[in-house]
């Protein structure tokens, strides 16, 4: 019958049931649209490395040359064997495709693999394909992605184009995308191709013994294994590792933000959960003091009420987690937006994040919500127990005294302090990004949320002080006895003043870490752009002479979309200035008894007539950069310098350089060369060089091509620099057009500048509109319970108004008594805010990017302030616009 009582409760004002549902459901909606895109994000990671990894864990490849030797795939696999790690050699390179029933149904960026299956099955002994009879030189395996995008089936005829082939196979199988069969390493590929093996050796150019690389099924380096022997001719590569840097940089990234505005919605929606069951409390007090008078016991009227919020709690919930996840979703929705149009520009990182609800867990999270919701009811509920009857009937509550037990409560404040000292100024320190939901992570956050309220109690501890220190305005702008009774009521309403004070801070403290948020993006993606090298829109490796030659060859069929072209041959070489006009002293001259300090610089030679390369500066003796790359071509002497290679130098100096081989003795000394610098110019920031760059004439550059010059493992002859005609919106139709064109024709890879690093800033400034729009939502849930309480503070001081008006008191005087009180407590809520608001954004940033430097913007955040100042005055000043109404209620 109690039950039942108090579900008639629930259902008697409903419009005023469900405007509280709304306002109480906010806080669930943000929690389970925040839970979402993590549980998508995690889930995409594992799906995403099942699909392009599997087993694979890492490769081995020749320290020297393209391809691994018969006698080096033997010796590693007898050595791999031995600890009972499973190797895969293959041959692979990127090709372009398309349908054989249709020429613009292509693809470039494809990953074309070759390999035994006898070994594929020892790799993948769960994978059906590996036990059928191997590819014949006709056949190929494709993946259903890939097939999907060029209208073909099973039966139809594929084009593989590579280094000027045309090469037609007969589609045997479609496979989902699954280790092997999506395997694309670490190359920008959007599909993969399985050929035979005997076909990619022939296709790639590879003897038929021999292969690329070899495919490791474990993810630890065999090299750092106890008892091993490091490779001296061969480099060891985590490619899953690699490749998933991208992913769990998203991971990482996203993750404490996220379990940030988890802790701040749970935290902002108990406090407004909190005074919504109070506003329930004072409707029903005079019904159960009723029911009290009539004989029903404490206990009785207890479970009334408690029904009746368990209902509440019930709907809040199951709303919650339905609109929660329709809203994560559409946030996800967003991110997928900005992701995929980076992804279509570039065709380089397929990680689409794909929806995903954990059933189990959001059942779980949901009902642990619904037991502290009802907890919450439980604690607010304990009134009846302890009221009597008169109490319920419509004499006040008895207040409470914030000065009881202060010294405690201090003393708790300064605990709390120390905590989030300690998780976010020491504990913090060496976590990296593999740890972003340990312990400290954690410990940071909560210790900031208990921050918050223990910032907000020692702020309010400074209100008697304000009504003093309000005593200086002027009489004319505030009266006396507003003043005196504005600055009384929060502490007379101690848990109704400490809720807006609360619920402010949050506020505020939302609006400060957004701000804050957002400048330091903008910062990081300034610092980070880097999409600049050697004044290119785009470029391309070239290995050796012979891909250099392919390329010029075929740069004519793209004349419409390539305005001009230069080739840069590039190796490595120790230089040493003995004047010191330049700064070459990356070894110093006491090391190995070095006689001279030197440095590593790239040697590089320019060919690219027409090629813009605008110099930073050039020697007098020159009117233009053009009579500059003319002297290049004249004079063997002359040379441009790379401007950030520091020293004293100055365009149009002559400067001495030792050419060495082997360090800074004097036997080392293979040449000394007296150069002209005749301009710098600026490499950019996407240095792929990856070092200090001297661009010389032919005669010098060959000079010492065989006699000091060197590269590191893997590295590229050159680089082709293009400009283009359209560098507006349809370049990225021009890059598309271009990685096919020399995919299939020579065999090459085309990047523009900054590729990474856009997809990182991007990654940032899709975190950035998630973060904007749930900040929205919890600056909502705040202004609601604000709103919410001040209704309630209305309604409680209906009787107090009308007798101060009876005894004289002038409606201008009233309206001031609630504008000073809330300004008294917006002003405390507003400076909590500011320093938990500016110690919450150092944390998130601090949690969410390892090692970038935080800037908090003062000027900004002080425009806020003001703004929030204003907005305190606007609030408090509209929110008394029913006192007239209820003055005219009770005195008609």
Known sequence: MLWKMGARNFKAQIRQTLLTVCIGAIGVILIFSCYFVISSITYSKSLWEEKHFGVIGSEIYP????????????????????????????????????????????????????????????????????????????????????????????????????????????????????????????????????????????????????????????????????????????????????????????????????LFFVAVSLFAGILLLTQLFNILKERRKYYLGVLRSLGLSNRNCFVIYVSECTLLCAVITISGVVLGNVLGFGLLSVNVFYIEQLLDRYSAYAYPIQPHVDVTATCWIALSMFIVFLLLACFVGRFIKRTSILHLMGKEDNRVNPSRKRLIKILCCLLVTVAFIYFNYFATEGVTDADRLNARVFGSIISWLAGIITTAYLMFLIVPWMKRASSILPHRWVDRLSVTLGTQYPNMRFSRSFGIVLLFTVLSCCLIVMISFASNVEDYAAINKKDSFMAADAYISYVDEREKDKLTANMNEVQEIVQSAAYVDAYRILVSSPDNALVLTEVTLSMNRNKWAYSQVVWGKWLGKGYQLPLTSRAPQFQSDAEVYQAMSDQASVVLVDDKLEGTYQAGDQIPLRLLKGGGKEENLIGEEMVTVAGTFAIGDDNRFNGRVFIVSDELYNKYNTNGAYKWPREPKGYALLQLNNTDGTAADSIKTLKYHFTKTAGVTVTTPGEDHAIITMIVKAELTLFSIIMSFMMLMALLGMYVIQIRSVQERVPHMVMLRQMGVSQKSLKQIFIVEGCLIGIVGLVSGIVVGRLGSEMLLRLAWMGVQFSFPYLKVTGLIIGLLIFIWLFNRFSTAGLRRIQNSRTE
């Open 63 to 258: 320290r020297l040359g393209l391809e691994l030797t018969e006698a080096q795939i033997k010796n590693v696999k007898t050595k791999l064997q031995a600890r009972n790690i499973t190797s895969l050699p293959y041959v692979s390179q990127v090709v372009s495709v398309h349908s054989g029933n249709n020429d613009e149904a292509g693809e470039d960026s494809i990953i074309a693999l070759g390999f035994d299956f006898q070994n594929a099955r020892e790799l993948e002994p769960q994978q059906p394909l590996w036990s059928t009879d191997p590819l014949t030189a006709e056949e190929a395996i494709v993946s259903f992605p890939l097939a999907r995008q060029l209208g073909l089936s099973v039966g139809e005829t594929m084009i593989i184009s590579f280094d000027g082939q045309e090469v037609p196979v007969t589609i045997r199988d479609l496979a989902e995308e699954s280790g092997l069969t999506g395997f694309r390493g670490t190359m920008r590929a959007q599909g993969t191709v399985i050929l035979s093996d005997r076909l990619a050796h022939q296709i790639f150019g590879v003897p038929e013994a021999s292969a690329h690389s070899m495919l490791l099924a474990t993810d630890k380096m065999y090299s750092s294994l106890p008892g091993s022997s490091f490779f001296t001719d061969l480099i060891e590569r985590p490619v899953k590792k690699e490749a998933l840097s991208h992913m769990s940089m998203v991971q990482s990234i996203f993750t404490p933000p996220f």
